[in-house]
Each structure stands twice: as structure tokens, then as C-alpha cells.
T-cell receptor, first 114, second 115 residues
């Protein structure tokens, strides 16, 4: 089955700096890669996703890049703010139209220091 | 998107008992998923609940321990049976919105503490 590794497990940055979280996956058939943000005591919320037919996607301060050859994808947050502090999870799935089971990474605790 | 609710939001249970968690969605969905998130850990898929067929369980999870019902396209239940302290966790349901919408939306979760 799919295996997703996520690094780093913790990340502290100064407010205004950029943060980068990296994930690798094992199943070359995976074609859908979402990122979730989970604040303490809350449910995971989708913040951005990318499909294997594109290499990069941006949404304001958040961007995701995908390297299919190397089987890794990364989350980039620019101009970080204290409210970006949370646990971030990457995930991978094979989207076949009938089954989309997400395999999650281990999570990254991001702390933005004011 | 979808509005997903879960009941109960939290519970404290005695070992050996069972708890049934409900998940309600405000629209019809084909697939519903149940996850476990142990304290400080990632999300682990327990099973996929399909309406009209048996749930599909992931390795390490069995139907006798985690029976699932899916009576219609907006509702599912997960039962945690014969609980032990190791079952203390957050249980989340999620849904995706159909054949060409891969995004999964999560319910608020049920915090379970087993004494």
C-alpha cells in the first residue's frame, strides 16, 4: 500500500518568514495530493490540493509543488502569521473515480513566533 | 462543500462497554470514511462505509471490533466494541463528494476516553 513520509515533524519560524513542509510517497499510481491544517481541538481542514497533471498550484500565501519523478510534494507558506500555527498533514491518494482512500503523513507542528 | 455533524462530541466510557458514534451529512454522498486519530498522531483510516454494501476495513481493523452501518446516503455509524483504554482516541468521519471531486471533508470528531 501507499506510504507517505512527512518532514519536519516540528517547525518554528519567525512571523513573516516562509515555511516549507515536504512529503514523499511510495505509490507511483497516486495522483491526488491534499494538504490539511488542523488547529488544536479542531477537525482537519483542507487548505490546498494538487493533482498529478500539474506541477504547482498557488492560493494567496500558500503554494504546493509536485515532482512526480521523485515522488515528492511540498507545501510552501509565505509571509507566515501567528494564525498559521497548527499541525499540517499531507496526504496521497489514487483517484480512480470509485475509491479515493487518503494515506496521511505523520504531520508537522508549525509554530509561528511573533 | 458539505456540513458534517457527529454525535457524541465526546464521551468517557468504562472498559468492556461499547459506544456508537453517529455521522450525519447534509447531502447525499457515495462514500463515507471513518478515521482514528490517537493523541498527537496522524489520521489512520479504519474503514470505508459504502451504502448498500459491507464496509471495507483496513489492515489492523476488524468488523467485530468496529462494526459500521450505512443505512442511507447521508448517515453512518461506527461502534467501538468491548473498549479498552487503548481505544481512547478521536474518531472522525469524512466524506467525499462524488466521482470527480476528490476532496474529503471531515466531521468535528468524537473524543473518546476509556477508563
Amino acid at each position: 500500500g501507499e506510504n507517505v513520509e512527512q518532514h519536519p515533524s516540528t517547525l518554528s519560524v519567525q512571523e513573516g518568514d516562509s515555511a516549507v513542509i515536504k512529503c514523499t510517497y511510495s505509490d507511483s499510481a497516486s495522483n491526488y495530493f491534499p494538504w490539511y491544517k488542523q488547529e488544536l481541538g479542531k477537525r482537519p481542514q483542507l487548505i490546498i490540493d494538487i493533482r498529478s497533471n500539474v506541477g504547482e498550484k498557488k492560493d494567496q500565501r500558500i503554494a504546493v509543488t509536485l515532482n512526480k519523478t521523485a515522488k515528492h510534494f511540498s507545501l510552501h507558506i509565505t509571509e507566515t502569521q501567528p494564525e498559521d500555527s497548527a499541525v499540517y498533514f499531507c496526504a496521497a491518494a489514487v483517484s480512480s473515480g470509485s475509491a479515493r482512500q487518503l494515506t496521511f503523513g505523520s504531520g508537522t507542528q508549525l509554530t509561528v513566533l511573533p | 462543500s458539505a456540513v458534517i455533524s457527529q454525535k457524541p462530541s465526546r464521551d468517557i466510557c468504562q472498559r468492556g462497554t461499547s459506544l456508537t458514534i453517529q455521522c450525519q451529512v447534509d447531502s447525499q454522498v457515495t462514500m463515507m470514511f471513518w478515521y482514528r486519530q490517537q493523541p498527537g498522531q496522524s489520521l489512520t483510516l479504519i474503514a470505508t462505509a459504502n451504502q448498500g454494501s459491507e464496509a471495507t476495513y483496513e489492515s489492523g481493523f476488524v468488523i467485530d471490533k468496529f462494526p459500521i452501518s450505512r443505512p442511507n446516503l447521508t448517515f453512518s455509524t461506527l461502534t467501538v466494541s468491548n473498549m479498552s483504554p487503548e481505544d481512547s482516541s478521536i474518531y472522525l468521519c469524512s466524506v467525499d463528494l462524488g466521482a470527480f471531486q476528490e476532496t474529503q471533508y471531515f466531521g468535528p470528531g468524537t473524543r473518546l476516553l476509556v477508563l
